[in-house]
């Protein structure tokens, strides 16, 4: 039963480029959160998605950032036109549907983005 | 914000027992106490969680106490491996929504040979 699993697992961009980060939740999750670590600092909650649906963006930078989970496939995290301060570790993590009182979350290993 | 305080740094000897307190005065009802870590920059790990009962797992004990207001987590005997950020949240479980997991600055453990 495979975890989270995220990919690339370093990206490197220029600035001015575009990110896209991909995760694929565990089997039978179909809530999906994106978190965003930056150096030396704690972690920031981004986004909240179910399939087809983003239910809490509240995190998320009004401008470049977008998110989605699509039916079929993972879900991606673009960011834009990126600039040095997006420099970040990026972290997803699934649940399953229904009730979560039994269940923390699952987190991948993380996307380390470095714009240069 | 989170809604928890826990102490910035704490020091454990290898082979002792490690004792995380928090605190959450202001915890509602229908809110459970998290507990995760972070191993140096890897994805946080999910500890154990409960609501007012005491709970144990393989990997630690939660001591809720019984107006709730704080919690510890306890590993029994801490090895080296178990240096890390360690976080406390409370968070409402349940329904469809799932809900957010609001990260503090943690405790970070360092455990000493």
């Known amino acids: 039963n495979a975890g989270v699993m995220q990919n690339p697992r370093h990206l490197v961009r220029r600035r001015g480029q575009e990110a896209r980060l991909r995760c694929s939740p565990m ?13 030396e600092e704690g972690l920031k909650f981004m986004v909240y998605l179910q399939k087809e649906n983003i239910i ?10 977008s998110a989605e989970f699509p039916k079929e496939g993972p879900s991606i995290l673009r960011i834009q036109q990126v ?8 972290f997803c993590a699934s649940s ?3 009730s979560t009182a039994n269940y923390g979350y699952t987190f991948g290993s993380g996307t380390r983005l470095t714009v240069v | 914000d989170a809604k928890t305080t826990q102490p910035t740094s704490m020091d454990c000897a290898e082979g002792r027992a ?3 307190p928090c605190n959450h005065s202001t915890i509602s009802g229908n ?3 998290y507990w995760y870590r972070q191993i140096h920059s890897q994805g946080p790990q999910y500890i154990i969680h409960g609501l007012k009962n005491n709970e144990t797992n393989e ?8 107006d709730r207001k704080s919690s510890t987590l306890i ?3 801490a090895t080296l491996r178990d240096t890390a950020v360690y976080y406390c949240i409370v968070r409402v479980a349940g329904g469809n929504q799932g809900g957010k997991l609001i990260f503090g600055q943690g405790t970070e453990l360092s455990v000493k040979p």
Not at chain 1, 56 to 65: A, I, L, Q, V
Not at chain 2, 59 to 66: C, D, G, H, N, P
């Open chain 2, 31 to 33: 809110e459970y106490v």
């Open chain 2, 59 to 66: 990997m630690a004990s939660l001591i809720i106490t019984e």
């Open chain 1, 83 to 90: 600039v040095r301060g997006d420099s970040a570790a990026y």
């Open chain 1, 27 to 39: 089997k039978g999750h179909s809530h999906v959160y994106w978190y965003r670590q930056l150096p």
């Open chain 1, 56 to 65: 809490d963006e509240s995190g998320m930078p009004k401008e470049r950032f």
């Open chain 1, 96 to 98: 399953p549907p229904g």
């Open chain 2, 75 to 77: 590993l029994p005997h």
């Open chain 2, 18 to 20: 490690a004792n995380l």
